[in-house]
Structure formats: C-alpha cells, structure tokens
T-cell receptor
Framework: QKEVEQDPGPLSVPEGAIVSLNCTYS??????FMWYRQYSRKGPELLMY????GNKEDGRFTAQVDKSSKYISLFIRDSQPSDSATYLC???????????FGKGTTLSVSS | KAGVTQTPRYLIKTRGQQVTLSCSPI?????VSWYQQTPGQGLQFLFE???????NKGNFPGRFSGRQFSNSRSEMNVSTLELGDSALYLC?????????????FGPGTRLTVL
C-alpha cells in the first residue's frame, strides 16, 4: 500500500461546478498537509497548506483534513476553465522533511 | 521576489552519459530539495540540502548525487544515464528545513534519455 493514495481521474466538470478532490494516507505521523496545482509543463504551485486537522479556506478553495480517517480534501467552488490542471496532495511528518506526494488528479473544467 | 529558477529547462542525453542540473532558490531560502516526476511514479523525493549539507535522501541509487554551494544554489548530477531516468526533475526551496516550512517549486528540467 502506498503511503498516499490519490485518484488520478481524469475529472471533467462544467464551469461553475463544485469540485471535490481527495487523498487518503496510511502514515499517522503526517502532520502537515498541502495541495499543489500543476499546469502542463510547469512546476507545482502551492495552493493550500494545513497543519493537523481542520478546515482552511482561501477564496474559492477549501482544504479539509480529517486525521482520524487519514483523509484530506480540497474543494473548489465556482470552478473556472483556468482551474484545469493536475492537483497534487502532499504531506510530511514532524520527524522527516521530505514531502510525500499523491500521484495527482487531472481536472478539466469546460466552459 | 524572483522564484526558483532551474537550468537548463530541457535536456536530451544518451544512455551512459552523465548530466548536471542546476537550481537557484528563492533569495533568502537556504534549503533546496530535489524531486523526480514521472507519469508512472509521480513525484518522488531525491534529496535535500541545507547549508551545504545533505539532510535527507530518498530511495534512489548512488548514480544520483547533489551538492549545495555557499550561496544556496544547488546542483544535481546523474551519472551513467538509463532510459528510466527520463523525467521532469524539480527543485524546491524553503527558508529552512523546519517541518512547517513550505516548499516552492521551480519549473523543472525535462530530461530525455535516448
């Protein structure tokens, strides 16, 4: 079992839809959780950063962490064609410094 | 503030050759991490440098090596290239190596091994 599991998609939604992206993980030591967005032929761009459990909101984006279920989510409201990209979850423990990534979910938002 | 820069952006090499990739972190950042991204394996951690010292290393063969200079710039080297080394190599910088420090990625170097 991989440490971080993420459905690769692809996920196709119409403009304006609410998008839900998810990751599950097995290592209970993970404390820091991130979501990155990666456009084709670009490096990952940090979207959201959350420590431990709880919710965090930034504009149209909401990140949720449920450590009891080892499950994290990213919600995108009012999705736009410009949101079409690959979304990567990443996490790290307090002891280690390496980011452990999911394989990414490819999202396509059609106008 | 300028972001993370990586050079070159694209490289084509043949099997058996070696290659050196360069990364300049965000000004003031002292930690540099390297990742390999492939369609099959996703993003995998190679190593991290802080103050010219390797602090952490991923599960890659010894053909993959790196170093960091006093100005925090970093290079990674891959010797005796194999076809499977074809990938996007990403560099990320952060202020320190603290667990909470966020990592900012460069655009990557796309390496093709023929």
């Amino acid at each position: 079992q991989k440490e971080v599991e993420q459905d690769p998609g692809p996920l196709s939604v119409p403009e304006g839809a609410i998008v839900s992206l998810n990751c599950t993980y097995s290592n209970s030591a993970f404390q820091y959780f991130m979501w990155y967005r990666q456009y084709s032929r670009k490096g990952p761009e940090l979207l959201m950063y959350t420590y431990s459990s709880g919710n965090k909101e930034d504009g149209r984006f909401t990140a949720q962490v449920d450590k009891s279920s080892k499950y994290i989510s990213l919600f995108i409201r009012d999705s736009q064609p410009s949101d079409s990209a690959t979304y990567l979850c990443a996490m790290r423990s307090q002891a280690g410094t390496a980011l452990i990534f999911g394989k990414g979910t490819t999202l396509s938002v059609s106008s | 503030k300028a972001g993370v820069t990586q050079t070159p952006r694209y490289l084509i090499k043949t099997r058996g050759q070696q290659v050196t990739l360069s990364c300049s972190p965000i000004s003031g950042h002292r930690s540099v991490s390297w990742y390999q991204q492939t369609p099959g394996q996703g993003l995998q951690f190679l190593f991290e440098y802080f103050s010219e010292t390797q602090r952490n290393k991923g599960n890659f063969p010894g053909r993959f090596s790196g170093r960091q200079f006093s100005n925090s710039r970093s290079e990674m080297n891959v010797s005796t290239l194999e076809l499977g080394d074809s990938a996007l190599y990403l560099c990320a910088s952060s202020l320190t190596t603290g667990q909470g420090d966020t990592q900012y990625f460069g655009p990557g170097t796309r390496l093709t091994v023929l």
